[in-house]
């Protein structure tokens, strides 16, 4: 029988010894279950080469196609990652809606020995409890965000809070960018549904109890929506302010994004969209600043010039609340620290 799973804390805490994802490569890296491993019964190719027979010629052909590859293909993964494994292991197989591809792969692996199970509804299932934790069911935690202006080093705090043993949630880690238009990372960012999922696993670990602290964002992280909840939450949500004089804004930005000053051309290609919002003469000086190699001074120039203001107009359009604020002399690796320890203590006394 099908495991049958109502809530995303008993599909995620399952006392199986492995999750193996069965659906293509690319329905894998979209998004997956936690801890998963992708063991594809139809490669990407195959998946589109059997649907095309389902389209094209009929349902039979198809079924009949995709079983020889489904087969041929159980056969590579018992011989090769799942050779190690004893009559013992009990794994979890599921695929889109827990159907075919997982019930072919999870009956071989019986005929073998193995305790195998699916997951009723398969990664539909999954989906589906991921979106009620984000979008339906009511959000129990108490959030509280750490605010203050560009380059005051909130998200670097934001981990020197969790070593403190302070509740966070790291958003901009999750969505893989820095929350601003220079903020693109290496790799890129998850797909929307890969994002929701970490998300999702985040609050499941989080004690509703207490507080947790979550950097002022804006309604997306790069192309990363945030969940209307979510999204709501944060704008209610009461603040902590983090202050730093603007050089120390600069000198912390020159060192957050070293790798975006390592590759000049791709900075003056995000620099380009400012133009219809700035004007020309203002980007033409950043990228003088940029020619000349002078990277504080543009930080300054931008923080100054661009983001403190549009910042400012923000705080003017919200109505806040404030809990505190902290204020940083400096923003080096012992600056941040200080600031951290100040952190921590204020938010262990509300």
């Known amino acids: 029988m099908p495991q049958i799973f109502t809530t995303l804390h008993e599909l995620t805490g399952h006392h199986f010894d492995t999750v193996i994802d069965v659906r293509s490569p690319a329905e894998f890296a979209e998004d997956h279950v936690p801890g998963a491993i992708n063991l594809p019964a139809l490669s990407n190719d195959q998946r589109v080469e059997v649907g095309t027979v389902y389209k094209q010629v009929s349902a039979f ?18 011989d090769g990652p799942l050779s190690q494994h004893d009559g013992a292991w009990q794994p979890l197989v599921y695929c889109w809606r827990g159907g075919q591809r997982s019930g072919a792969f999870a009956s071989i692996l019986q005929q073998i020995g193995w305790r195998a199970d699916t997951i009723k509804g398969g990664y539909q299932t999954y989906r589906k409890l991921v979106h009620d934790a984000l979008y339906v069911d009511p959000l129990p935690h108490r959030l509280i965000l750490l605010d203050g202006y560009t380059g005051t080093a909130k998200t670097a705090l934001l981990h020197l809070l969790a070593e403190r043993g302070v509740q966070t949630i790291d958003l901009e880690g999750l969505a893989a960018h820095r929350g601003s238009l220079l903020g693109g990372v290496a790799g890129g960012q ?3 549904k890969g994002f929701e999922s970490k998300l999702a696993q985040v609050l499941q670990d989080l004690d509703p109890d207490k507080p947790t602290i979550v950097e002022a964002e804006s ?8 969940p209307k909840q979510i999204w709501a939450r944060m704008t209610a949500a009461p603040r902590i302010n983090v202050t730093a004089p603007l050089a120390a804004r600069a000198a912390y930005l020159t060192e ?23 004007g020309h003469a203002v980007v033409d000086g950043w990228e003088a600043l940029l020619n000349a190699g002078d990277f504080s001074a543009l930080a300054t120039a931008l923080m100054d010039q661009h983001y403190d203001a549009a910042y400012t107009r923000s705080r003017k359009i919200d109505d806040r609340e404030w809990l505190g604020e902290v204020e940083a002399e400096s923003l080096d690796a012992a600056g941040r620290a200080r600031v951290a320890d100040d952190l921590a203590r ?5």
């Open 346 to 350: 204020l938010i262990n006394r509300l």
């Open 256 to 278: 957050a994004y070293a790798d975006i000053i390592d590759d000049p051309i791709l900075l003056r290609d995000r620099l380009q969209p400012l133009r219809n919002l700035r």
């Open 219 to 226: 309604s997306k992280v790069g192309q990363i929506a945030l």
């Open 61 to 78: 052909d198809a079924r009949k196609l995709g079983a020889a590859m489904v087969a041929r293909n159980v056969a590579d993964h018992v």
């Open 190 to 192: 998850p797909a929307q």
